[in-house]
């Protein structure tokens, strides 16, 4: 980072420990944008240093105590996985080619440990197929086949629709109350594996979890938010796009886009006509999506949160961009409210119901979608917000830092892995020039991971 950069953060460092509003005052400097990617760069290169110093081979970096954490018994290399394809997009080719070999030579599944088969899937799986894609390398590519095959039993509940757990080496499941991310959130990842290997078997599996899904939509087309998958009974009844059903929606619409899959289209097209009849909330002060009774339609909260902010990036990608951006101009005012985002706000009292930041990238995504197919410079102005707010609150010497809460600004011990794959990416990505990815084609995954359509 220049000097005069490292001098800002500092000078914001010093804005952020005497409180929010010191920051909310700070006007935005008018810089360029290619200043603000070279920014975004050398933070992602001191995000990734601090993992390499202080937790290489572990699957997160812890930077407060300057450690590595690892999810299960032994290390799946997340963070290298995740972030391998941001490390080649931002033109740090070097490290990335390093660490494809590491991840070539020490990454196994052999493993007798019980993951999650999302997050193993978004992030791992996602990883190396793009990464593979990016780098033409088959050994990540084999590696993301043995991965597949070992998540595969997963999908063997009566309904189709996965457990929530799966253990690498015996295949044994657990977890039967799961959620419509966690069961919807998969085709992307094995239709890309499904088509580079001639094996459907991992198309089918993951298809026929979203329809399994989709067929139990209620009268008013909307899903709960847990369900049994060995009984396929609904476990909660509220309905909302926040955590536990976000990206199911998101993948209806890019597993069409990706495979043009027509079923697809069609789940699409219901779901986000229940969704804008009966989630959004249009209120004076702007649109909103709440949370309603999936029987009734009964609104039951006025709770959004940093997890809602990808639905303006959906929202934009299906062709509504003016429903997109009002919703993201709401979604900004959460962000500047506390002078960075909460998981968890009450649109009508104003207040946080779930303080923590976590780094996650949702809101950043929508502005990078949003400034894609609008070319607004308003986009970008919310970018420097972002990214002056992140740089203030959360830059640690070590790397990057969550939130434990934006209102107090107490830094937690955690680095996920999905800042390097998603925060840093999508916010290069708003400031980079237009054709620093073709969005035309490629579709970026939950963990936004480009996979490219070669078949
Ligand atoms: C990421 O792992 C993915 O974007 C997922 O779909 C939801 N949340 C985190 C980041 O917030």
């Keep these: 980072m220049s000097r005069l950069a490292s001098l800002l953060c500092c000078a914001l460092a010093l804005g952020c ?10 006007p935005v400097p008018r810089d360029d944008r290619a200043a603000r990617a070279a920014e975004v760069r050398a933070e992602l290169r001191h995000a990734w240093d601090g993992y390499v110093r202080y937790a290489w081979g572990h699957d997160e970096l812890r930077p407060l105590t300057r ?19 941001a490390l080649y997009l931002l033109g740090f080719a070097d490290e990335a080619d390093r660490t494809r070999d ?3 030579r020490r990454l196994t599944f052999d493993l ?22 990016i780098s033409g390398d088959p050994r990540l590519l084999a590696l993301a086949e043995d991965l597949g095959r070992r998540l595969l039993p997963a999908f063997d509940s009566p ?17 039967a109350e799961s959620n419509p991310a966690e069961i919807g959130t998969l085709l992307l990842e094995f239709g890309t594996l499904a088509r580079l290997t001639h094996d459907d078997r991992y198309y089918a599996k993951a298809k026929r979890a979203l329809v399994e899904l989709d067929r139990r939509r209620s009268p008013l087309g909307l899903p709960g938010e847990s369900i049994d998958v060995e009984t396929g009974v609904w476990k909660g009844t509220a309905s909302h796009i926040g955590g536990g059903i976000d990206s199911y929606y998101e993948y209806l619409l890019k597993a069409w886009i990706l495979f043009g899959d027509e079923d697809c289209r069609r789940m699409w097209l219901a779901s986000i006509a229940a969704l804008n009849r009966a989630v959004a909330d249009e209120r004076p002060d702007g649109l909103w999506y709440g949370e309603v009774d999936m029987a009734t339609g009964r609104r039951t ?27 993201q101009e709401s979604l900004f005012r959460m962000w500047t409210e506390n002078g960075i985002e ?10 946080p119901t779930a303080p923590g930041y976590p780094l996650r990238p949702e809101i950043i995504e929508s502005a990078y979608y949003l400034r894609h197919y609008t070319k607004d410079p308003r986009y970008i102005d919310m970018g420097r917000t972002f990214l002056r707010d992140l740089e203030a609150c959360c830059r640690t010497d070590a790397g990057y830092a969550t939130l434990e809460s934006v209102v107090t600004r107490k830094q937690g011990d955690l680095m996920p892995s999905y800042f390097l794959a998603e925060t840093l990416k999508y ?29």
Excluded: C
Aim: glycine letters at 8%; aromatic letters at 8%.
């Design 112 to 133: 007798d440990i019980s993951v999650k088969n999302f997050e193993i899937t978004i992030r791992v799986l996602g990883g190396l197929l793009s990464a593979h894609q």
């Design 17 to 26: 420990s005497r409180g929010p509003e010191r920051i909310a005052e700070r």
């Design 427 to 455: 916010l290069y990505l708003l400031f980079a020039p237009d054709d620093a990815l073709d969005l035309e084609h490629v579709v970026l995954t939950t963990e936004a991971h480009p996979l490219r359509r070669t078949w």
């Design 102 to 104: 590491y991840i070539d």
């Design 67 to 85: 450690a590595g954490r690892d999810w299960y018994a032994h290390t799946l290399l997340i963070t290298p996985v995740d972030a391998l394809d």
């Design 301 to 327: 909260a006025t709770e959004i949160g940093a997890l809602h902010a990808f639905f303006p990036a959906v929202l934009a990608l299906g062709g509504d961009v003016p429903r997109a951006r009002r919703l």
């Design 342 to 351: 909460p998981d968890g706000f009450d649109y009508v009292t104003r207040r």
């Design 159 to 175: 309904t189709g629709m996965p457990y929530v757990n799966v253990n690498l080496r015996t295949g044994k499941t657990s977890g």
